[in-house]
């Protein structure tokens, strides 16, 4: 039901994409700005090194006669000569940590993560009362609840995803490098990030609603997940998974290309799922491509329904 209602208020409403598409365009931009002192270097450095040749012999046997093992070949071929250029040049080593670190770990996740909540915002008013809420005006007037939320939430991610990549590392130390692995991690990652999709879907909503602040709007999150775990988690599943196949499906016939609307249209999607999975299970009514939808109330959580919480968080 979710995932039905909010594939159809994303279709009735694809101008949000665009939207979404233009503010990624414009933080992407800068935050590739502040990365150049970090990327002209690492990426001449492995140029030198044959990385990108690397992928384009492997994308060249995949394209031209279907050769997927080539493509691995490839891929695996760079991978080598990126460890291979960490481990000759200490400089460019460091120059890598830190840009992992600074840039993509801490900066991307931030501002990137600023337009969820003005993202919720205008899509919580289409649901409950059909209104069409300007994202920029959202953005500018709930900027700082942004910045609390957005630092709130990379925090989480970082930890979360850093015992992922443990878990990986581990599979990788015990399987070796080799394409068989590459069909172990993916269904750990989808595993593994539907839970974290699941456990923080209610988090923007219950804030935006003004139910509580940003702190304790993920433990509200995490109680309305866990009193309906199996659909919630099934849900995300099965979105994730589409995403990830319709994703590598464009990936690999436009070389990247495609990945530059696919992108906005799964965070947006991602965004509709969540207040919409949070509506129903409010119990609360809500529009769908211009109708009025009644949830069933057998699956509405009372504890989260009991009074406004105040709090300075």
């Known amino acids: 039901m979710s995932f039905k209602n909010a594939f159809k208020n994303l279709i009735s409403h694809f101008s949000t994409v665009w939207v979404l598409l233009l503010y990624i365009v414009i933080f992407a931009a800068l935050i590739v700005g502040v990365s150049l002192p970090f990327l002209l270097p690492i990426t001449r450095a492995l140029g030198n090194a044959g990385v990108f040749a690397y992928v384009k012999d492997g994308f060249s046997a995949l394209f031209n006669g279907g050769n997927f093992k080539g493509l691995w070949d490839g891929l695996y071929a760079s991978y080598n000569a990126v460890i291979a250029t960490f481990q000759n040049d200490g400089r460019i080593a460091a120059l890598a940590t830190v840009f992992f670190v600074v840039i993509v ?14 993202m919720t915002t205008v899509l919580d008013g289409r649901l409950s009362c059909n209104a069409n809420y300007g994202f920029g005006g959202k953005f500018f007037s709930t900027l700082w609840l942004s910045v609390r ?8 991610t970082v930890i979360y995803d850093s015992i992922v990549s443990l878990i990986i590392y581990g599979v990788i130390s015990a399987m070796g490098m080799s394409i068989a692995v590459i069909f172990i991690i993916i269904p750990i990652i989808l595993v593994m990030w539907s839970f974290r999709f699941s456990l923080v879907a209610g988090w923007a909503p219950c804030v935006v609603n003004g139910e509580c602040g940003v702190a304790r709007g993920f433990f509200r999150s995490a109680k309305l997940f866990f009193k309906n775990f199996a659909t919630f988690y099934s849900t995300y599943f099965v979105s994730l998974i589409l995403i990830f196949a319709i994703g590598v499906f464009i990936t690999l016939f436009t070389l990247g290309i495609g990945l530059v609307i696919v992108l906005p249209i799964a965070a947006t999607y ?4 969540n207040i919409t999975e949070y509506y ?10 211009g109708c009025v ?6 699956n509405v959580v009372p504890e ?6 105040d709090d300075d968080d």
């Open 304 to 309: 989260i329904i009991d009074t406004i919480i």
């Open 270 to 273: 991602i965004s509709y799922l």
């Open 149 to 156: 939320y957005s630092f709130a939430k990379m925090l989480f």
């Open 293 to 298: 939808f009644t949830p069933p109330t057998d």
């Open 280 to 289: 129903n299970k409010r119990g609360r009514r809500y529009y769908v491509d």
């Open 105 to 118: 770990v801490v900066a991307f996740r931030f501002f990137l993560g600023l337009y969820e909540i003005p």
